[in-house]
């Protein structure tokens, strides 16, 4: 099965703007799906496909992919966007076979 | 509203079972697919396994092959998820997804523990 790599941590001061990447071979053929989790909390959909967001999701979220490398960007970060952050994407291993990264520690300080 | 609610979690012994449920609500249950995904304490999200719609196509991540089975019952708006021969390493948090993750429930805990 396919693996996602994600830096572990990364940290941004507030307002500015801050890339997430997830490594993998599965991403040349299928787009990542990204994920915020705080703490105590279950994951959100943040955004999916291209680059779609989910109703409610503010528009500082944005992801790019190229080749095997998918990205969410956070321009002009808030409080609020602190959180563990995981890409997935289906896996080429099968059907409805799926992997997530490994995940990303954003901190806004 | 889309509800996921899950339940069936607890403390069990090594090599014992359990049966996890996740009960579905504001949305066509049987139009989509569904998922189960753990995070173990501490650790990242891992996807376990996936149903479609009609039960027709079905996956398992490598780790749970053989041991685990997910089925639904869409008269009833509900998934499951059956454990067997559970291992120390299959202690987490079990969440339920609809279709491409969004939403999820907010999980149900399997602690395996002698």
């Known amino acids: 099965s396919s693996e996602l790599t994600q830096d572990p941590a990364v940290s941004v001061a507030l307002g500015q703007t801050v890339r997430i990447t997830c490594q993998g071979d599965s991403l040349r053929s299928y787009y990542a799906s990204w994920y915020q989790q705080k703490p105590g909390q279950a994951p959100v959909l943040v955004i999916y496909?291209?680059?779609n967001r989910p109703s409610g999701i503010p528009d500082r979220f944005s992801g790019s992919s190229s080749g095997n490398t998918a990205s969410l960007t956070i321009t002009g970060a808030q409080a609020e966007d602190e959180a563990d952050y995981y890409c997935?994407?289906?896996?080429?291993?099968?059907?409805?076979?799926?992997?997530f990264g490994t995940g990303t520690k954003v901190t806004v300080l | 509203e889309v509800q996921l609610v899950e339940s069936g979690g607890g403390l069990v012994q090594p090599g014992r079972s359990l049966r996890l449920s996740c009960a579905a609500s504001g949305f066509t249950f049987d139009d989509y697919a569904m998922h189960w995904v753990r995070q173990a304490p501490g650790k990242g999200l891992e996807w376990v396994s996936g149903i479609s719609w009609n039960s027709g196509s079905i996956g398992y991540a490598d780790s749970v092959k053989g041991r685990f089975t997910i089925s639904r019952d869409n008269a009833k708006n509900s998934l499951y998820l059956q454990m067997n021969s559970l291992r120390a390493e299959d202690t987490a948090l079990y969440y339920c997804a609809k279709a491409e993750f969004d939403p999820w429930g907010q999980g149900t805990l399997v602690t395996v523990s002698s």
């Open positions: 997935n994407s289906r896996d080429s291993s099968g059907n409805l076979h799926y992997v």
């Open positions: 496909g291209k680059n």
